[in-house]
């Protein structure tokens, strides 16, 4: 939805002002426009790290502790409205095809670059944005913080002083200085706007907090940009948070989110849905995930919102058409994971009584 706002714009700009057509139909031009694309996304990287209130919506994609594939669609829900003013510049002379292209190009590229698998490239490291750069740049030691912010190309962070090569002699720290511990995504999307707000209320004067919204994260009166190195907090080593959880509860998860993903595909397919639907469906993918998160917490509610979720199962699949081979196989399975549900609750009820 928000991609869409995004592009609606740079379409009706590139209609109504752009001052010429860049062809990207030779195959000069359509590199002078990929290398455009990621100069820009350098830029907007570099602010959603070096702009407080961006950095409050960014956070997300730093906030996991591991690093690995999956991080590479850890994405915020406000992401877009981080960048798009920064690529409006474009619609003056680059055709919205050609900018939406290349622009999803260059995502694609990065989704391999966040792996720990891969090591050293040889000569492609002193062009390329590898795994090996960008593992720093999900660092949250001091060292490591607020470097190697390139899509494709590193040249842009060699250029512009915020290069940093990995070093084995500092281990690196994977997260954020102000590590959630919850495994809720909801809660992980909106924290960090608190800690920009409280940052806002105990500064003094109107002018140090406007500042504080737009200069950096670790900034603080009569210091740069950025910050001091001084004030920033130094991790150097950090249990990474993991809460104890039986095999059961695990393997359960596991056919629940599969099963998720399954609703997410069906529902994707459905031909003829009016927004409402659209909504719907996004609401319980989210209120779906959001449990799971909540069950890996050890939340005491995490149980009773399982529940709820699964009567709205055996309610709401039936009614989208059993007759629908996957629908019918959802609406099976879950009905399964609704008795596993209800006994692991009156079983929690027993225990509360015995004790």
Known sequence: MTRGAENWLYVYVYNNYKVFEFNGDTLLN?????????????????????????????????????????????????????????YLPMAFFVSPIQFIMHQQFNLLYQFWIHSSVINNLGPLEYVLNTPNHHKVHHGCNKIYLDKNYGGVLIIWDRLFGTFEKYSPKHEIIFGIVSQPRTFNPLYQQIFYNNNVYEKFKKLNGWSNKIQSLFKGPSWLPGRSWTGCDADKTDIRDRKIYDPEMSIWYKVYLLIDFVLCCCFFQYAVTLSEVSPFQVLGHLFYVMFSLTIIGLFFDNHPWAIHFEILRCCINQFFIPYAGTENNIAFLIWSIHTLLFVFCLLKFFNNIQSIKFK
């Open 30 to 86: 359509w590199y002078i426009i990929a290398l455009v694309v990621d100069f820009v996304y350098y830029w907007v990287h570099r602010a959603c790290h070096e702009i407080h209130i961006l950095w409050a919506q960014h956070q997300v994609h730093h906030s996991s502790e591991d690093y690995n594939l999956t991080v590479g669609f850890r994405h915020p829900l406000l992401h877009a409205w981080c960048g798009f003013i920064f």
